[in-house]
């Protein structure tokens, strides 16, 4: 494994950890460490840190991906139902997919009412959505976050 593969296995397992750390890890001096953590962030491959939220700490431990297809055929309508679902706190990942259905959404809400309330008031309020298919979450087995 290549020693940039080593150094993003690593922080993508513990953001946190710091230069020193890695560096020991993969086996190199801390000041070239640094210079290779950088020349991947400048690239574009380490994209940013975050810290990862316990969505059940959060009040939000209720997980439902949903299933979306629009009406919508013209860009401005598409755009606007894209940008006005990806502002919703429930949502937490938003995809435009090929094929149908058109889009997924992964929804953290608090419990049954909760996403009862999302679903009519915001999701199938909007006039651009045709059909939608809920999916409860039973059990996260792998999660990137």
Known sequence: ???????????RQDGRLTNVEVARRVGLTPPSCLRRVKRL??????????????????GRGM??????????QDRKTIEEFEATIASYDEVVEFRRLYGSPHYFVRIAVADNA???TFLMDKLT?????????SHLTMKTIKSES
Do not use: F, K, T, W
């Open 1 to 11: 494994m290549s020693v940039d593969r080593q150094i993003l296995l690593h922080l």
């Open 41 to 58: 962030e400048e690239a574009g491959i380490i994209a940013g840190y975050r810290a990862v939220i316990d969505p059940e700490a959060m």
């Open 63 to 72: 997980e439902v991906l949903v299933d979306i297809e629009i009406y919508a």
């Open 114 to 116: 909760a996403y009862e």
């Open 125 to 133: 309020g909007h006039p651009a959505v045709q059909h939608l298919e």
